[in-house]
T-cell receptor, first 117, second 108 residues
Framework: KAGVTQTPRYLIKTRGQQVTLSCSPI?????VSWYQQTPGQGLQFLFE???????NKGNFPGRFSGRQFSNSRSEMNVSTLELGDSALYLC????????????????FGSGTRLTVV | EDKVVQSPLSLVVHEGDTVTLNCSYE??????LLWYKQEKKAPTFLFML????IEKKSGRLSSILDKKELFSILNITATQTGDSAVYLC????????FGGGTRVLVKP
């Protein structure tokens, strides 16, 4: 079955713009979580959605937001982009969400490489 | 604040060597620890550990969790060049926290 699909693969934006990234989970998976990966900070958790509801949130400013649709696809939006937002953004899907998610593990997509200039 | 520390940061070994990677954690309401291998982009799942003292094994890789001392070990025996990657551990507590990763380079 198809894996986790993230689009676009690469993106270049200028400071102050906004961006929307998309993540389609594995068919049947209802949980989607988002992560930011940078060389300096490593992988950091952004937020997790399950059944269209945000279940957990990391320590990121309000410029980072997300949502999940009824078909479990998720979008992440970053407004007023800063140079420091340049990173690889990964999403992961799981069969269940919240405390149950770790019973099934997370499957990651290949990520979207965002460069802010 | 939850904290996950991996060591060493990086290491270089030759094919056939054994490597041992460490993941120490301080996590509120710890539920499980997961190991991932990241080569290019998407981390790939290796193990999930929830119980102390029970070794998980897959081929040349094995892992164990110590919930009393709050750490996990990932072992790779008879390393091959294809094992070169960044190995990440992820803890699930009140939130999900990744360690900084250990970069492993296996030379022929």
């Amino acid at each position: 079955k198809a894996g986790v699909t993230q689009t676009p693969r690469y993106l270049i934006k200028t400071r102050g713009q906004q961006v929307t990234l998309s993540c389609s989970p594995i068919s049947g998976h209802r949980s989607v979580s988002w992560y930011q990966q940078t060389p300096g900070q490593g992988l950091q958790f952004l937020f997790e959605y399950f059944s269209e509801t945000q279940r957990n949130k990391g320590n990121f400013p309000g410029r980072f937001s997300g949502r999940q649709f009824s078909n479990s696809r998720s979008e992440m939006n970053v407004s007023t982009l800063e140079l420091g937002d340049s990173a690889l953004y990964l999403c992961a899907s799981s069969l269940a969400g919240g405390t149950l998610a770790t019973n099934y593990g997370y499957t990651f997509g290949s990520g979207t490489r965002l460069t802010v200039v | 604040e939850d904290k996950v520390v991996q060591s060493p940061l990086s290491l270089v070994v030759h094919e056939g060597d054994t490597v041992t990677l460490n993941c120490s954690y301080e996590v509120t309401n710890f539920r499980s620890l997961l190991w991932y291998k990241q080569e290019k982009k998407a981390p790939t799942f290796l193990f999930m550990l929830t119980s102390s003292g029970i070794e998980k094994k897959s081929g040349r890789l094995s892992s164990i969790l110590d919930k009393k001392e709050l750490f996990s070990i990932l072992n790779i025996t008879a390393t091959q060049t294809g094992d070169s990657a960044v190995y990440l551990c992820l803890t699930a507590g009140n939130k999900l926290t990744f360690g900084g990763g250990t970069r492993v380079l296996v030379k022929p």
